[in-house]
Each structure stands twice: as C-alpha cells, then as structure tokens.
C-alpha cells in the first residue's frame, strides 16, 4: 500500500511538472503562420468627368503570412500587435466595367492593436476574445494597363489611410511549457477611398473618385511561442 501510495504521488508530481504551463501575467507570446483574408467589399460607383455610370469595384481575397506579439498585463488580459508580411491586393472592377477585370494593385498594411481576455480549460486549452483598433496604410498602388487604355492614358492612383475597428476570437492548445497552436478569427473595418488621376490624350489629367469598404474576415492557423 505504502509502495502505491508513493507510485501514486510520483505520477502526480510529475504530471503536475509536465503539463504545459498556460500564460501568466508577465508572460509574452509570439506568434506565426498562415492567415487568409476574405473581403466584405462594399462599393461606390466611379464618378468624375466623362465617367461611364455603373462602374464599382472589389478588393480580391489572398493569403498572407501572419505575426503576432502579446504581452498579458495579467493572468487574464492581454495586450496584442497583429501584423504580418503585407499582401499585394489585386482590385477587379465589377458592374458595368466587370469586362476588364483585375484592373490595378495596391500594398495593404494594415496593423491591429486590441486587449484580449483569455480563459483557460485545465491545463492545454485557452479561448479567448477582445477588440481594439487598426491602422491601414496603402501603398504601391497602381493601374493596369487595361484600365489605362479603356480610360485613355497613364493612371496614377492615391488611397487614403484607413482607421477603423477591430474584433477577435480564438484558442490555443499548448503542447507544452513553449509551444503552442492558435486558430484565431478577426474582422476588420477598413475603407479604401481612392482617386485615381489619367493624364488623357488631348484633355489631361481627369480625375476620378471610388469608396470601397473592404471589411475582412481574416482566419488565422499559427504557431506561438512563449517567453
């Protein structure tokens, strides 16, 4: 009995040493992986002198390579930057233009920031959900040369910076005291409101204004680790 009792306490001991420790206020994670991002576009038409009506316009769904930092400011509540590679964002033009398709590009960076409150399921399962804020910069944008031909001459496109907010949900199972797998959800509020300026043959430079609320869901599978 003395034997059992000893053998018994043995195993809880060690699984107590064992079992992967979840985070604590101090602890930071950093995270990395795969994410794909799917546009809710809503868009106004392309207006300005000589404008054809009819003309809107979509942001493409891709994927992207993801980054995270969090940092919990206690054992609960966490402070993360959410980022990643930014994405080359193909833009198609729908309704009466849908004819010529992917019509021109941009670089999207869009950071979140957001407090997260985490719960735990025994030793290996968190969830967790939160919001903050993002910040979107476009960059790199341009026209293809099928728009430029159909609008008659060289395009140069600007897109305002972007602030909107921003929601998360997800879990994590940790494989042991460093390594763990995260699935996350986030929905973004971002509006892309661009101009866009043809220098025209015999005119010259006629411009041209369009608002698409690009909205995405974005699905996360990643790897952490934490320190």
Avoid at 79 to 91: D, E, F, N, S, W
Wanted: proline share 3%.
């Amino acid at each position: 009995m003395k034997n059992a009792t000893t053998l018994a306490c043995s195993t809880l001991a060690f699984g107590l040493v064992a079992a992967p420790a979840m985070a604590e206020k101090g602890t930071q994670i950093v995270k990395s992986g795969y994410a794909y991002t799917q546009y809710n576009n809503s868009s106004s038409e392309l207006s300005g002198p000589a404008t054809p009506g009819g003309i809107t316009a979509e942001a493409k769904d891709h994927g992207v390579l993801a980054l995270t930092y969090e940092y919990f400011v206690t054992d609960h509540w966490s402070l993360q930057l959410a980022g990643g590679l930014p994405p080359t964002v193909k833009l198609v033009a729908l309704g009466t233009a849908a004819q010529l398709g992917e019509v021109g590009e941009t670089t999207a960076v869009f950071p979140g920031f957001m407090a997260l409150y985490n719960h735990n399921f025994g030793n290996n399962f968190t969830v967790y959900g939160g919001g903050g804020f993002n910040y979107t910069l476009f960059t790199d944008s341009d026209t293809f040369a099928n728009y430029d031909e159909a609008f008659g001459g060289n395009s140069r496109v600007d897109i305002d910076d972007s602030f909107g907010g921003l929601l998360k949900v997800g879990a994590s199972y940790h494989l042991n005291d460093r390594w763990l797998l995260d699935v996350s959800y986030s929905r973004y509020w971002i509006t892309a409101d661009a101009t866009i300026t043809t220098d025209t043959a015999g005119v010259g430079d006629i411009a041209r204004t369009i608002e698409v609320d690009v909205d995405p869901n974005v699905y996360s599978v990643l790897i952490g680790f934490k320190f």
